[in-house]
């Protein structure tokens, strides 16, 4: 008997082409940002790009190492506290990490590392305080269904926060003061995300 092929789909791995889409034309090198088991790092440098890949948490990074992957680079580290050198990215990315720092600090951090021309990327968790919000959590229930039906699911086994401590709305308020012209999207399945472009010049 054939073994299926484990779940790939999750939450998290849904809007991961919310970021691919959003880097720039042209671009050479990308920091993930709290990468975990490398699932994003993988998609891409499938697309040709050299990715740095960060992370606390060292179980992560033994799985996201044993898997691969061509021009990544994985590296152990704290965010806010890693150095960088004077080294900037064409794009900064992170997927469900904004929530376990202090998340103006967070921002602050990926706009310094992001050359001009090049984007911010964050598909985050926040908590649901609105009507609207709370609404939208009642549809993503059943999609969630939906998409466990037809994929399964593969869990996150990197540590996790919850509830996230700011709201949606705190999130948009926060990326519209710190990075001025961003896109703040409430997505579907539990997420938001937010894209920036750092002005040429």
């Not at 064409?90 to 951090?109: C, G, Q, T, Y």
Request: proline content about 6%.
């Amino acid at each position: 008997m054939v073994t299926p092929p484990a779940p790939t789909w999750n939450h998290n791995t849904h809007y991961h082409r919310v970021l691919l889409d959003g880097v720039p034309p042209g671009a050479r090198d990308v920091l993930d940002v709290g990468c975990g088991d490398g699932a994003l790092a993988r998609d891409l440098a499938a697309r040709g790009l050299a990715v740095t890949a960060l992370d606390l948490d060292g179980p992560a990074l033994q799985r996201a190492r044993a898997q691969g992957g061509d021009g990544i680079e994985f590296v152990q580290g704290d965010f806010l506290r890693h150095d960088f050198g004077d080294r900037e990215f064409d794009a900064v990315l992170s997927i469900a990490v904004l929530h376990h720092m202090d998340a103006e600090v967070a921002l602050l951090r990926m706009r310094d590392l992001v050359r001009p021309g090049g984007v911010v990327g964050v598909i985050g968790l926040a908590r649901s305080r609105r009507a609207g919000d709370l609404l939208l959590d009642l549809v993503a229930v059943v999609a969630h269904r939906w998409h466990v039906t037809r994929r399964g699911y593969a869990e996150v086994l990197a540590p996790t926060v919850w509830p996230p401590p700011l709201s949606y709305s705190a999130m948009r308020r926060i990326a519209r003061q710190l990075l001025p012209g961003a896109t703040f999207r409430r997505r579907l399945l539990w997420r938001y995300s937010l894209i920036w472009r750092r002005p040429d010049g």
